[in-house]
C-alpha cells in the first residue's frame, strides 16, 4: 500500500505538516510508523480528506512527475480501479476535483494502479467548455 510521509500528507491535502500532525494527535489522520522509523500516512486514509479539505493548487510543483505536452494536469490519489475483461476505469481524486479516465486493462496493470497511489492525470482536449453558474456576470 502506498504511503506519504507527513510532508508529503500535507502536500497533497493543502495544508501545513503541523496541521497533519494535529489530525494525527486528534484521530482524523491515522499516523503510523514506516519501516524507516518516520511517520507515514497510508494513500487510502488520504483520500476522503483530500476531497474535502484539498485545494490542488501546490500538487504538481510538490509533486514532479514526468514532463508532458498536455497543460492540464491533475495530480491526485488514486482513489479506485475498476477492471473488466478488456477495459479499466481509474478514478483520481485531485484536490477538490475526481477525475475519471477509462484505458486499457493492459495499461492499468502496466502502471500497477491501485487505490491510494499518486498519479497526474494529463487531459488533452479538443472541445472543452466554461459553464458560469446561475447569476454570475459575464
Same mark, same amino acid.
Given at each position: 500500500?502506498?504511503?506519504?510521509?507527513?510532508?508529503?500528507?500535507?502536500?497533497?491535502?493543502?495544508?501545513?505538516?503541523d496541521t497533519?500532525?494535529?489530525?494525527?494527535?486528534?484521530?482524523?489522520?491515522?499516523?503510523?510508523?514506516?519501516?524507516?522509523?518516520?511517520?507515514?500516512?497510508?494513500?487510502?486514509?488520504? *483520500?476522503? !480528506? %483530500?476531497?474535502?479539505?484539498?485545494?490542488?493548487?501546490?500538487?504538481? /510543483?510538490?509533486?514532479? =512527475? #514526468?514532463? +508532458? @505536452?498536455?497543460?492540464?494536469?491533475?495530480?491526485?490519489?488514486?482513489?479506485?480501479?475498476?477492471?473488466?475483461?478488456?477495459?479499466?476505469?481509474?478514478?483520481?481524486?485531485?484536490?477538490?476535483?475526481?477525475? *475519471?479516465? !477509462? %484505458?486499457?486493462?493492459?495499461?492499468?496493470?502496466?502502471?500497477?494502479? /491501485?487505490p491510494g497511489? =499518486? #498519479?497526474? +492525470? @494529463?487531459?488533452?482536449?479538443?472541445?472543452?467548455?466554461?459553464?458560469?453558474?446561475p447569476g454570475?456576470?459575464?
Open positions: 500500500m502506498p504511503e506519504y510521509r507527513i510532508s508529503e500528507a500535507a502536500a497533497l491535502l493543502g495544508v501545513s505538516d497533519v500532525r494535529r489530525w494525527g494527535e486528534h484521530g482524523r489522520l491515522t499516523l503510523r510508523r514506516g519501516a524507516n522509523g518516520m511517520r507515514v500516512v497510508d494513500g487510502t486514509d488520504l *483520500v476522503a !480528506l %483530500m476531497a474535502e479539505v484539498g485545494s490542488g493548487a501546490a500538487l504538481a /510543483e510538490a509533486f514532479p =512527475l #514526468a514532463r +508532458a @505536452s498536455a497543460r492540464n494536469r491533475f495530480v491526485g490519489l488514486v482513489t479506485r480501479v475498476q477492471r473488466d475483461g478488456v477495459m479499466a476505469q481509474v478514478d483520481l481524486q485531485a484536490g477538490p476535483f475526481r477525475v *475519471v479516465s !477509462l %484505458m486499457s486493462r493492459e495499461a492499468a496493470d502496466d502502471l500497477g494502479l /491501485e497511489m =499518486l #498519479a497526474a +492525470a @494529463s487531459v488533452k482536449a479538443t472541445n472543452v467548455t466554461i459553464e458560469l453558474p454570475s456576470e459575464g
